[in-house]
């Protein structure tokens, strides 16, 4: 993969918290012919926007599992993100498996620093508020980000939408510097996680 390659986005999975623009971001991708894929709370919202998407349930052909914590943790989705384009043999094993280039993903995460902030959170409050999921699609994404553009702050919308426009897709040194970004994220999030669980039980 050259430095300067444009990777095209014909796929794309979205699945938000702060749901800021995730909407007009959704039908400018599906507009361009993207299938949008989605979850849960974020599915919802862009139906009640009338934007098309299809679950990730009926993408897998798995049904979410213990009451939601187990969604998005597939190979069809993690093989989607993280098998590289470029290895003959990662395709074609991506081929034998039904697996499929996700090109894009869209997250954010659930508010974990606001939920310990509220007065008398309980520990099982709080680590109810700990993502799996979305974490995992980030690192995913951003590890295989000479293929994947990864987004997790919506500020970033509509710049990544500019670009496909006016390029035809993602370049290499957004894709860097998007990645570069989604593991300050994530290890920001991580440290929050970290740092509440090392204080002494009450």
Known sequence: MTTNAVIAIRAAILSVYDKTGITGFAQALFERHVLILSTGGTGKALAEAGVSYQEVSAYTGSPEMLQGRVKTLHPRIHGGLLFKREDPA????????????????????????????????????????????????????????????????????????????????????TRHRLAAKAFQYTSKYDQAIAAFLAKPLP
Do not use: C, W
Request: net charge negative; glycine share 8%.
């Open 90 to 173: 990662q395709a074609a094993e991506a081929e034998k498996y039904g697996i499929h280039p996700i090109d894009l993903v869209a997250v954010n995460l659930y508010p974990f620093e606001a939920t310990i902030a509220k007065p008398g959170v309980t520990l099982e409050e709080a680590t109810e508020n700990i993502d799996i999921g979305g974490p995992a699609m980030i690192r995913a994404a951003a590890k295989n980000f000479q293929s994947v553009t990864v987004v997790t702050d919506p500020a970033d919308y509509s710049a990544v939408l500019d670009e496909i426009r006016q390029v035809g897709g993602i370049t290499f040194a």
